[in-house]
């Protein structure tokens, strides 16, 4: 994923919710038989535009989202927000995954897949339209909805870095 305007934030410092996207059975075949364990994928956020996804893996389910959520916590992005959407269209990608993000005016709702309704309701974006293509894994969905929530350019740093006026930047 790009790195480009990261605002990481301390899990401690916030209020999280936890939204399990994906829990999913994997097999190990052993000389008895086979093996059961388990993976699982947590989006994290405050509804205020701070989310973080992660992995856990463990032999029970419950610790498996257990893991999921403290790996979360540890990669918590802040997010643009403005009125319940996001400030531009985006496009975001991991590995076969690809996804298009774009506002919507208010009252729109979340038009998106499961994976991604659940990374744009951690974050609180209330008004957005997604599509997602290529990859429909709930991983690489999660990540390449992160990955273009992380390019995502706060509007008052779009004016600060043009030098204009933030009227400028929303009429052109």
């Known amino acids: ?12 410092e916030i209020e999280l ?9 994997v097999a190990k075949v052993v000389k008895g038989g086979r093996r059961f364990s388990f993976s699982a994928i947590v989006v994290v956020g405050d509804g205020h535009g701070v989310v973080g996804h992660g992995l856990g893996k463990a032999n029970e389910v419950t610790d498996a989202i257990t893991k999921a959520i403290d790996d979360a916590k540890k ?9 319940g959407t996001l400030p531009h269209e985006m496009i975001g990608k991991y590995s076969g995954g690809f996804v298009f993000v774009k506002p919507a ?12 309704r659940a990374v744009f ?13 290529g990859s429909s894994n709930p991983h690489n969905v999660v990540k390449a909805t992160i ?10 740093k779009v004016a600060m870095q043009r030098g204009v006026a933030m009227s400028k930047v929303f009429n052109g």
């Open 1 to 12: 994923m790009s790195q480009v305007n990261v605002k990481t934030v301390k899990a401690s």
């Open 17 to 25: 919710k936890e939204h399990v996207v994906a829990i999913n059975r």
């Open 121 to 133: 309701e951690s974050a609180g974006i209330k008004d957005v339209l997604a599509k997602s293509k």
């Open 105 to 116: 005016a208010p009252g729109t709702g979340v038009i998106a897949g499961g994976a991604m």
């Open 147 to 156: 990955d273009a929530l992380v390019k995502m350019r706060a509007p008052h």
């Open 75 to 83: 990669n918590l992005i802040k997010v643009p927000v403005i009125n």
